[in-house]
């Protein structure tokens, strides 16, 4: 397949600066943040980096403005967030195009992208209606026990670059309806569509009449995000990134009793079991493994396929691999733009230089693209590579569209080698075998945050509470109930009773 180049510097910029106009940002001009695109790897602008006083007052802003939001009817909150997902569908071309120049995505998952921030802010307005306690049995006769909940605080929320707008969204959405104000450290490497995400949620403020210091963000390194880590103004750090970010942050945060909310790597797999149906499983995993450059956690990354069909699958999808259009993410007919970085095709190299040492072997893929028309971007073929057994490599997470094919004969060593690794975020099975399918979905199944069937493990939907277990971290966002992160319950007993009764009986006085 031919690549189609990516547009220049110069005319990137040129499309930046026309969606950021539409949206109203202006950029804070400076010398010690650049703004750089992976389409060709070049410099766009140079912005300026928050200062640590600017850090000061944007916490000691949205600290403040939590005292009034924090008694702001929830319904109330919730019209600041509708008046935003308004605001996000008429500018979702416009924040598209920044999430393209900057993270590099496809255009049509840039759009889903924006699409899934609109519906988490749908989701967040009707929650704004639902922040539910409860009331619970008392033992004692002429008393009430209720549980309630109520606002939090300041949330920090630190973000990764490859879902530039959406994780943001996911957390701001729900915290500002559960009456939190929120301070954004988005990842160095985007900072464009973060500025454009901010000037959204302002505008949507000034028009819903809500104070403009609900929001503040803050751009810079983690050296910005850091402060954010040990600031006891912040209640809750919710962290999205690498495994590595969320060992140092978890720790920082629990040594001053603050509550963190870690969003961290994985090393998603899927089972393919003999009675699968191959016709949806070949598009399902393909998407799963090469969409976005494989640079999303939930990106599949180890296939675990049953040695009867070992090689008719692996057949499909190399020759399926072989027709991946690699290329300007702009361009409707590409389906793999470029990877973030240099330092992401050189761990990418890494990994797959060390796996054929061990033995592996390339089934498709891996050749580098454009390298001529933009040397200094990183577009490369996705590899499919075909291994004996799930070493140190195949059990690290690598950031980049590498997909380990390992075989098993039953379905108990299938799933020990699923569960095999240090990660624990989505998982999925192809069968038509229904018992199964529920074994995987079962306690002694998949150990992950997201179990799916006949479904690729990525692309997961808002309403689902979205996070996963051991080396991901742990934490829960978006969908379900997990906004109960963004807010602290409060057990209330209240006695209506005109005599004293102690719980257990007790007797006193
Ligand atoms: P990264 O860890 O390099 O950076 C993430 C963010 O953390 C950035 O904003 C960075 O500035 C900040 N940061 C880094 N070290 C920090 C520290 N010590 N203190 C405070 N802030 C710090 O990650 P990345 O390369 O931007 O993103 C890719 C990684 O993110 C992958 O591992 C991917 O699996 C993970 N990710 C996880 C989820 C999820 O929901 N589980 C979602 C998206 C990405």
Redesign the pocket.
Known sequence: MTSTAPPTTDELRARAVTSLHSIGVTLPEGDDLPARTPLTGEHLFVLAAATDADADAAIAAARAAFLTWRTTPAPRRGELVRRLGELLREHKSDLADLVTIEAGKIRSEALGEVQEMIDICDFAVGLSRQLYGRTIASERPGHRLAETWHPLGVVGV??????PAA?WSWNTAVALVCGDTVVW?????TPLTSLACDRLLARAAEEAGAPSEVHRLLL???????R??DDPRIAL?S????????R??GP?VAARFGRSL?????NNAAIVAPSADLDLAVPAIVFAAAGTAG?????LRRLIVHRDIADTLIERLAAAYAKLPVGDPFDDTTLVGPL?SAA?LDAMHEAVTRVQAEGGEILAGGNRRLAGAAPAAAYIEPVLVRVAEQSDVVRE?T?APILYVLTYDTLDEAIALHNGVP?G?SSSIFTRDQREAEIFLSAEGSDCGIANVNIGTSGAEIGGA???EKD??G?R?SGSDAWKAYMRSATNTVSYATELSLAQGVSFL
């Open positions: 630190i973000s990764a670059f490859n879902f994780v450290k988005p990842s160095e490497l810079g390194d983690r050296a910005v995000g850091e954010l880590v750090v962290a999205t990134g690498s495994t590595r970010m969320g140092a942050v920082r870690l969003e961290l790597g994985g640079q999303r956690c939930t990106t973030i992401a997470e950031f990660q975020l979205f996070g996963g991901t971290g934490g966002e």
